[in-house]
């Protein structure tokens, strides 16, 4: 331990403890045993803290710091979580430790008390210009597409290419990024536990089966972490603000930023088919084109072909949402088993290909 981390810790314990003395700070195992069952890891790097009162007394602390790991504590974020939760639920359980305090290390090594925050904030930029979305709309509108229409398809195709274009070495990284696909609060399973149960076209029974088969889909995938990459993570229509012409500003990039271009494609690409549900004429003037030409676009490109091969969870993701009643109410019955009809057909399917899409419109 450096000298500014001690004194980092005494300042801490002062602020607590005002007439206490800091004697000692020791490393402290998680589990001191020899035994054959010795627990060699753990989720944190705690240290013991003496206190001695002006009396003699004295009174013993515990400083922890997360460590990262594969263990969904691989993102700073998490280990904040981590500790936040704890300070926020210790007290709950009886005869439980005590949590007295939860903060940050600064940069300079001080350490910045949180015990009285609320919310946590996020201050950004502002991006100027129209959503993407209200682009599908007025083309859904007046059933046609123009030719700005396509190039900002096909603007947003090579920026995928771009951000994808790397590829990343951090295998648990992708393991992760499938397993929260569908164990996420945001993923497939929190997605699906937030439609009410008397959905029209989407019951229980039908959600289940969904589920169902992108769990299978998860160990198809899950090896295969070649395909790891840099990714925006909810690259949506709601998310892209359009400036003049070609460019625009990505708002909104979620999930650790590392997973399957899959992710990324598919969250784009069914907007072309949901905005086209429920308007006739929509799919076959207008955004029926526009679908076609950002897959191949994105697959031509990149050289990516494998994406046919696992888009369909993401897909089913993507399409899960989109068919919710939570986030689009308005959606008609048969619009919606539309959607549900199109991520069945993909994940019953060796390798997906855009021309299921056609037949929801027939």
């Given amino acids: 331990m450096t000298r500014d981390n001690y004194e980092a810790i005494a300042e801490l314990t002062k602020s607590l403890f005002p007439e206490d003395r800091l004697t000692s700070i020791e490393p402290l195992s998680p589990d001191t045993s020899r035994s054959k069952v010795e627990k060699k890891g753990g989720y944190s790097l705690p240290l ?62 001080r350490l910045r008390s949180l015990r009285d925050s609320g919310e946590f904030y996020l201050l950004t930029t502002f991006a100027e210009g129209v959503l993407y979305s209200e682009d599908l709309r007025q083309i859904a509108r007046r059933g046609r597409s123009d030719p700005l229409d396509t190039q900002r398809c096909e603007a947003l195709s090579r920026y995928l290419v771009t951000l994808h274009s790397t590829p990343l070495s951090e295998a648990h990284s992708y393991r992760r ?9 945001e993923g497939i399973f929190g997605i699906v536990d937030s439609y009410p149960d008397d959905v029209p076209a989407a019951p229980i029974a039908r959600l289940n089966q969904i589920e169902q088969r992108c769990l299978e889909w998860r160990w198809q995938l899950r090896a295969r972490q070649d395909r790891l990459r840099r990714t925006h993570g909810d690259f949506h229509p709601f998310n892209i603000v359009f400036r003049e012409g070609t460019r625009f500003t990505p708002l909104d990039a979620s999930r650790g930023c590392r997973g399957d271009p899959a992710d990324d494609v598919t969250a784009l690409a069914i907007n072309y088919v949901f905005f086209a549900l429920d308007v006739p004429g929509a799919w076959q003037r207008g955004l029926a084109g526009l679908w076609h030409k950002f897959w191949s676009s994105y697959v031509e490109s990149s050289g990516d072909s494998e994406i046919l091969q696992v888009a369909a969870p993401f897909l089913a993701w993507r399409g899960l949402v989109v068919a919710n009643p939570r986030f689009y109410p308005g959606l008609s019955e048969a619009g919606r088993d539309s959607l549900l009809s199109l991520v069945e057909r993909a994940l019953g399917a060796t390798a997906f290909d855009p021309s299921f899409a056609e037949d929801i419109f027939r």
Avoid: C
């Avoid at 990024?177 to 996420?184: E, K, N, T």
């Fill in 177 to 185: 990024a499938i397993r929260d696909l569908l164990g996420h609060g």
């Fill in 48 to 109: 013991k803290i003496t206190l001695q009162a002006p009396d003699g007394s004295q009174r013993w602390l515990v400083f922890r710091t997360a460590t990262a790991n594969e263990f969904g504590h691989d993102r700073r974020s998490d280990r904040a979580q981590a500790m936040l939760l704890a300070y926020d639920t210790f007290g709950q359980i009886p005869e439980h430790v005590q949590a007295l305090d939860v903060g940050a290390i600064m940069a300079d090594g």
